[in-house]
T-cell receptor, first 112, second 117 residues
């Protein structure tokens, strides 16, 4: 079922570092690309999202870069903090409906 | 708003038993999703409903799984008979269509942790 490939599976960075999580998709019939953040014992929650007609979106320390021709998008976390330690999921929503497919997730650990 | 409410939060059951997971979506949301999370497969979409009607159940792993939404405020996911490989966290989520210019936010419950022994 997975049509969104996410990497890396896990990531460890020092505080202040810039972790980058990458996702790629094959189906061109996606119209919305959100990222979700999940803390242990909780459900995922929307972090930031982008539409394919935009190449970059920034909200606070979180930035999505989107490359439509390559069918790739990535999440950058500037000045990462220990509180950013969580699992991050990229996702893609199909056009004409609300079927949202998630990547496999990236477990991020930010060392203090 | 109370958010998406799931029950039970934790369930341990023996192989072969029937398991029923329950969900109350956010009031006013007309989309409801059931996802399953495992370490191996990540977050998988099992089925989703729009206005109580199942739209896509292609992610339901096999006939042992069934989902219903009898009204706008309640949905169930049933596994009968359960097997150890069904052990996972099952999330219910809900959403509204969102604005024309942007997308929709999916609001997840806190999950039902299922262990089948």
């Amino acid at each position: 079922q997975q049509q969104v490939k996410q990497s890396p599976q896990s990531l460890i960075v020092q505080k202040g570092g810039i972790p980058i999580i990458n996702c790629a998709y094959e189906n061109t019939a996606f119209d919305y690309f959100p990222w979700y953040q999940q803390f242990p014992g909780k459900g995922p929650a929307l972090l930031i999202a982008i539409r394919p007609d935009v190449s970059e979106k920034k909200e606070g320390r979180f930035t999505i870069s989107f490359n439509k021709s390559a069918k790739q998008f990535s999440l950058h976390i500037m000045d990462s903090q220990p509180g950013d330690s969580a699992t991050y999921f990229c996702a893609a929503r199909g056009t004409g409906g609300f079927k949202t497919i998630f990547g496999a997730g990236t477990r991020l650990f930010v060392k203090a | 708003d109370a958010g998406v409410i799931q029950s039970p939060r934790h369930e341990v059951t023996e192989m072969g038993q029937e398991v029923t997971l329950r969900c109350k979506p956010i009031s006013g949301h007309d989309y409801l999703f059931w996802y399953r999370q495992t370490m191996m497969r990540g977050l998988e979409l099992l089925i989703y409903f729009n206005n109580n009607v199942p739209i896509d159940d292609s992610g339901m792993p096999e006939d042992r799984f069934s989902a219903k939404m009898p009204n706008a405020s309640f949905s169930t996911l049933k596994i009968q008979p359960s097997e150890p490989r069904d052990s996972a966290v099952y999330f219910c989520a809900s959403s509204s269509p969102g604005s024309v210019s942007f997308g929709n936010t999916i609001y997840f419950g806190e999950g039902s942790w299922l262990t089948v022994v």
